[in-house]
């Protein structure tokens, strides 16, 4: 380690001396990407011209789908260069796991000068609260880790004591139960936990209940990528892996091209995964699939002829689904209820004609009619979709109603067909996991207190005391959905320890009202986030490059992809006082009374040995798994660790070395998939998920669990409701179609400059994305609004400015606002110029307690108090203090 990174890590220099050697590039160093990052400016150089150092495998763990290989390249303890995957040639077939611009942006954010270098206090928080209005804008005071620790068990000990464990409220990223703390929360009594449905939206349970997924996981309906370039037709719904979902999956979509594949978006926004591919484009309005996709159905229905015009595959429908017609209705249900007549309105007198569902979708009736056309069952055809779609208020149906158009033509368990969710890490590339993630090997610790809020009420919930109580935190978990039953609920406490959740929940502008009414808000984070800045207390946490290694990639889900691992190790020591989140949830333990032992039987080194030795890799065959590492007994008395040798695929050391193994893939080897085969080839033999065992157009058990969940109603077939904060509510009254005070629709799309909300801060990403407002160009005419103007943007629930982008890419009457800024609030004003997307959102739950995300309403208008600066020329919120 170099001898000023020595100091810095040691607190031994003094801001004076930081800032001074940053500036001036003292010891090698400099502050590059305005002012926000502490960086060496060069390595050294061998006597032949090679750069001396160690080149070791980084973590890049954020949650953009990617999960690629990183590579620091250290010097002194100093990392001067990054690069990515070269451990073997790069080809179609046998891709490098290649990383984006976050990923080799990470050093500027790993030793940012506006890390969190010390427990900070909020200066005017009192044990009981203080003055709590002034979160989000009180100084900050330097605390001791002891001092901190000793003021949070303080609280959770009178908080228990007088308003029960109920009162402390565990906010964990996407689920409570899996972060450390939870743990010791877990042993001190429990806590009321906080629930999601996150990205997956209205495909987090759906699905599963209808009968559209396999191998108990969400995205596993597609087939893989080889079997993707045997595909004429690819069908995108609401899709965007070129931005949202990097690493292979927009390489293996090139690759379907390259084989002749046809592609079609449908999306309000022609994005650059649309543009790579030369697609043509649907521009359907948000959140309105529904009413398009049942006019398709209607098209398919009336159209269909046996010989002269074969688009229905009658023989698929009837061997593989029920509910699609009253022939095929589950028994005791009134055939009345099925889905085609549901579609040619027998009954309810509402045909879903093309002419019906323009007005809601704005597709015109003739390309409506075409799209149809393009899912003939005679072609093959892929029908797949990300799940932006679904992350929108009264969605539930929609999951069923991709599955039913694929149903209905048959484009499911055969080559070349496929119809499904494919998003993330598996975007492009279906099947199960070559390479499974093992165990850290702790046991699981269970939560007493059994109440879960909602994501879409949690900041209702503190405000108003008032809460409904459908299950389970979990919603993986057979608990989940329960009937709903209003629960009292009085939150005390805030304690945020993993995620970004007041930044990237519905309804910021509540949250952060929820924030300043309880009595301690907790936030453990690497930088000021938006939860630290609103918290009372904030512990600096290590990054995973400052840990003792660990894995990404090898599962399904928040992974890189299903042919590979990836292993990272410790790259610099834990700078300033920074600490793990697993180091705080022990000392914590210690001053609430509970044994470590009993949260953490072992240490962190034996966790990572024991996923080690637990890795799976499959095998030749392509069915069966042995382990992954072989590890000897001085690999094992290396680490320090309790273990038995064992034989896998690759070494211990040759694994660290690399950073990555794959599975080396070619066409017609065993790794292949075809999603829903075995079902199709016998489905008595092969049942579904769901109560029927079969794809399930009328669901009574969807229909009835959202139902009794009490937050909105549906049908037990799919069909169109209309969405709060839809584009029917842009209007005064729908009939004269007068619009209203918020007459735009608003989406949310994921943004190159970040991943949700991390690397916002990196100066380098904010200047090669400046984060604008994407507005059509005649929206923008319409408003006297030009390129670069600065433009404020009013929804019901608060208001952003940005800077206007005009683009015919967008739509007309969508404003496309990038997801994950961070807040920046004027106080005085009660406008954010951060341009967060959840400032203009509100909490609305409906259904499945589905995230609203994509469904908002706004009004745009040119601002003239000033104009508003480039993000990059914003200061970092760097917190310093004198004399340390």
């Given amino acids: 380690m170099s001898s000023f990174l020595k100091k810095v890590t040691d607190k031994t220099i003094s801001r004076r001396s930081f800032l001074k050697a940053t500036a001036a590039g003292t010891a090698g160093l400099a502050l590059t990407g305005c002012g926000s990052v502490l960086a060496p400016a060069g390595g050294k150089i061998n006597a032949v011209g090679e750069e001396q150092g160690e080149w070791i495998s980084a973590a890049c763990w954020h949650n953009c789908g990617g999960r690629c290989l990183n590579k620091a390249l250290v010097v002194d303890g100093v990392v001067i260069r990054q690069k990515t995957d070269d451990t073997h040639e790069d080809s ?31 200066k005017h928080w009192q044990p009981g609260g203080g003055d709590k209005s002034l979160r989000g804008q009180d100084e900050w005071e330097r605390i001791s880790w002891d001092e901190a620790l000793a003021y949070i068990a303080d609280e959770l000990n009178r908080v228990k004591k007088d308003y029960g464990n109920r009162s402390i409220l565990h906010i964990g990223g996407w689920s409570s139960r899996i972060t450390d703390i939870s ?50 037709t690819i069908i995108m719904l609401s899709m965007n892996p070129a931005w949202s979902a990097m690493g292979s999956s927009s390489w293996h979509y090139r690759q379907a091209k390259k084989a002749g594949a046809k592609f079609i978006g449908i999306d309000p926004f022609f994005n650059a995964t649309y543009s790579m591919l030369g697609a043509q484009w649907v521009p359907v309005r948000p959140s309105t699939d529904a009413a398009l996709l049942l006019a398709i159905a209607y098209v398919l229905i009336t159209k269909d002829h046996p010989t002269l015009n074969p688009l229905i595959d009658w023989e698929f429908l009837n061997k593989c689904a029920i509910g699609f017609d009253a022939e095929h209705m589950p028994e005791g249900e009134d055939p009345k209820g099925n889905f085609k007549d549901h579609v040619l309105g027998t009954y309810d007198g509402v045909p879903k004609t093309p002419e019906w569902a323009s007005e809601i979708c704005g597709v015109s009736e003739d390309q409506i009619e075409k799209l149809a056309l393009e899912f003939r069952k005679d072609k093959k055809v892929a029908f797949i979709c990300g799940m932006a779609s679904g992350r929108t208020r009264n969605s539930d149906n929609l999951p069923q109603l991709i599955m039913t158009i694929g149903a209905m033509t048959g484009h499911m368990g055969k080559s070349g067909h496929m119809t499904g969710s494919t998003m ?16 850290n090997g702790l046991p699981g610790i269970p939560n007493p207190v059994d109440d879960s809020i909602n994501a879409g009420q949690v900041w209702d919930a503190i405000l108003n005391g008032k809460y409904n109580f459908t299950g389970s935190g979990d919603f993986t978990s057979a608990d989940q959905y329960k009937p709903g039953e209003e629960r009292d609920i009085d939150i005390r406490i805030i304690y945020h320890s993993g995620g970004a959740t007041l930044q990237t929940n519905d309804g910021m ?42 894995f990404s990639g090898g599962t399904l889900v928040h ?9 990272y190790s410790q790259i610099s020591e834990p700078l300033y006082e920074a600490r793990s989140d697993q180091w705080i949830a022990i000392e914590l333990a210690k001053k609430l009374g509970i044994d470590e032992k009993e949260a953490f039987p072992f240490d962190e080194k034996q966790q990572f040995f024991n996923a080690l030795a637990s890795t799976t890799v499959v095998n030749e065959d392509g069915k069966t798994y042995g382990p992954l590492v072989t590890i000897t007994q001085e690999d094992i008395d290396e680490l320090g660790v309790t273990g038995k040798p064992q034989t896998g695929k690759i070494t211990y050391r040759e694994l660290k070395e690399k950073g990555v193994y794959q599975v080396k893939r070619y066409p017609g080897d065993n790794y292949g998939y075809i ?41 037990p077939i799919p069909s169109y409701i209309k969405p709060a904060g839809g584009f029917e509510d842009t209007f005064q009254e729908w009939e004269g179609k007068a619009k209203g005070e918020y007459p735009y629709q608003v989406i949310n799309p994921h943004y190159l400059r970040r991943s ?23 929206d923008a005419r319409d408003n006297g609004l030009a390129d670069g103007d600065t433009v404020l943007i009013t929804s019901p629930y608060g208001k952003i400015l940005r800077n206007a982008c005009l683009t015919e890419r967008v739509r007309p009457g969508v404003v496309a606002l990038p997801h994950g ?13 951060g341009g967060a997307d959840n400032i203009l959102s509100g909490q609305i739950p409906t259904g499945q307690g589905v995230s609203g995300f994509n469904t908002g309403i706004a009004r745009i208008e040119k601002y003239t108090q000033s104009k508003l600066i480039p993000d990059v020329e914003k200061a970092a919120r760097i917190v310093f203090q004198e004399g340390v």
């Fill in 559 to 567: 992974s890189g992809n299903r042919e590979m691992i990836i292993m």
């Fill in 756 to 778: 949700h909300t991390v690397f916002d801060n990196v100066k380098w990403l904010q200047e090669a994305w400046p984060n604008p407002v994407f507005l059509n160009t005649n």
């Fill in 92 to 122: 179609p077939d046998y891709p490098q796991q290649r990383g984006c611009l976050r990923g080799r942006s990470q050093r500027q954010q790993v030793f940012g000068a506006d890390r969190l270098k010390y427990p900070m206090k909020r």
């Fill in 509 to 550: 502008t509540k949250g952060i009202e929820a924030h300043r009414k309880v009595d301690l808000v907790v936030s453990h984070s690497q930088f000021v986030t938006t939860n630290s800045k609103y918290a009372d207390i904030v512990l600096p946490v290590t990054t995973e490059w400052e840990k003792i290694g660990g």
């Fill in 821 to 833: 800024a961070w807040v920046d609030m004027d106080e005085k004003t009660g406008i954010d110029v």
């Fill in 675 to 715: 999603a829903y085969e075995d079902f199709v080839r016998d489905p008595e033999n092969n049942p579904l998920s769901s109560e029927s065992g079969k794809l399930e157009i009328y669901s009574r058990k969807l229909a009835k669990t959202i139902n009794d969940m009490g937050f909105s109603t549906i049908q």
């Fill in 183 to 232: 743990r010791t929360l877990g042993l001190y009594g429990g806590y009321c936990e906080y629930w999601n449905t996150n990205s997956f939206g209205s495909w987090a349970m759906t699905p599963k209940t209808v009968g559209f997924m396999q191998l108990g996981v969400w995205d596993q309906t597609v087939n893989d990528r080889f079997d993707l370039r045997n595909c004429e």
């Fill in 424 to 439: 993330h890490a598996t975007s492009g590339n279906g099947g199960p996991a070559l390479v499974c993630a093992g165990s």
